[in-house]
């Protein structure tokens, strides 16, 4: 039968890894492999005894956009995107990681993120004034994650089983990932024993927990129907100056 994701919106199912049905229509995924990643590995040389053409993580995107006009209404899309567990030398299996565009000035597009199953650590980082501020998060299943304005992201999956996650973002634009590739990685690597390493390309890096990024109005029901109940909600996903406030608003 699969694996039901739990929207009551929409029937969204995973078999697998690599196969997701949305209302008995197959969405086929973005594959990224081992190959893809290897100029942000901590340690590209654990990938000699490795397959380069293995699958790290399957994406699955616009899910639902076909049968629900609200998010092609509200310049949103809804995304699945499964993370394997596995290793690469002492490091945990992630994303390659990316950055967004500006949109509001001075104020780039902001993302919500839902774990709908798994144990992921996102690693989010701003560049500025000579220090990399970095932002850690520990996510499990059932967690709603904000990704901020202005800050790049990492997910990595820390857990046994796969991590699958769920996503809303804003559909008109592309992600900047040079800027990650061009350091070879975020600012930091996150190894066995969830411990973290440094990366030598960048120069003063400040790390601290910000728990605060789960966002507590947003943590009942599913990121699908929750949208689908209330779109106006996520108007801060194209209007980045509203991320203020849903913070003020959550419990700062």
């Not at 100029?39 to 790290?56: I, R």
Request: net charge neutral.
């Amino acid at each position: 039968m699969g694996f039901r994701l739990n929207p009551q919106a929409a029937d969204v199912v995973l078999e697998g890894c690599s196969a997701l049905t949305c209302d008995g229509k197959s969405i086929k995924p973005g594959i990224r492999r081992l190959r893809d990643i290897k100029g942000v590995l901590a340690d590209s040389g654990a990938m000699k005894d490795l397959d380069p053409g293995m699958p790290l993580y399957y994406m699955f995107r616009a899910v639902g956009s076909e049968n629900h006009g609200e998010f092609r209404a509200s310049n949103l899309r809804y995304d699945i995107t499964v993370i394997l567990s596995c290793m690469i030398g002492e490091e945990y299996n992630k994303t390659l990681g990316h950055y967004h565009p500006e949109t509001e000035k001075g104020l780039a597009y902001p993302e919500i993120y839902e774990v709908v199953q798994g144990n992921g650590l996102f690693i989010f980082q701003k560049e500025a004034d000579g220090v990399t501020d970095v932002k850690l998060v520990e996510a499990a299943t059932g967690d709603k994650i904000l990704i901020p304005p202005n800050y790049g992201h990492v997910t990595v999956n820390v857990g046994r089983k796969e991590l699958i996650l769920a996503n809303l973002v804003a559909d008109n634009f592309e992600s900047d990932y040079k800027s990650i590739i061009r350091k070879a990685g975020a600012a930091v690597y996150a190894i066995e024993g969830r411990r973290l390493l440094l990366n030598q390309e960048y120069g003063n890096v400040s790390i601290g927990r910000a728990d605060w990024l789960k966002v507590k109005s947003l943590q009942k029901g599913s990121l699908m129907d929750m949208f689908l109940g209330n779109r106006k909600a996520f108007d801060f996903l194209n209007r980045p100056s509203l991320t203020f406030k849903l913070l003020k608003t959550a419990h700062l």
